[in-house]
């Protein structure tokens, strides 16, 4: 399992809330656009996916 982000749930109108709750800094935010995952550092802890508001950070298979 790997996190996505679901583009057409992100309000991209807001610094995203999840950017900071991610322990390995793997979320970035440029502006308001939607965050982007660093595939690389990111753990799929979930975290982000249970602080997503708008549930735009989704678990994809």
């Not at 399992?1 to 982000?5: F, G, N, R, T, V």
């Given at each position: 399992?790997?996190?996505?982000?679901n583009q057409k749930l992100?309000?991209?109108n807001h610094i995203c809330p999840a950017i900071e709750s991610c322990p390995v800094g793997?979320?970035?935010?440029?502006?308001?656009?939607?965050?982007?995952?660093?595939k690389e550092k990111?753990?799929?802890c979930?975290?982000?996916v249970n602080i997503c508001?708008?549930?735009?950070?989704?678990f994809e298979d």
């Open positions: 399992m790997s996190i996505s982000i992100c309000p991209q793997a979320l970035t935010q440029i502006g308001f656009a939607a965050p982007k995952i660093d990111c753990i799929n979930g975290t982000c508001p708008k549930g735009a950070l989704q």
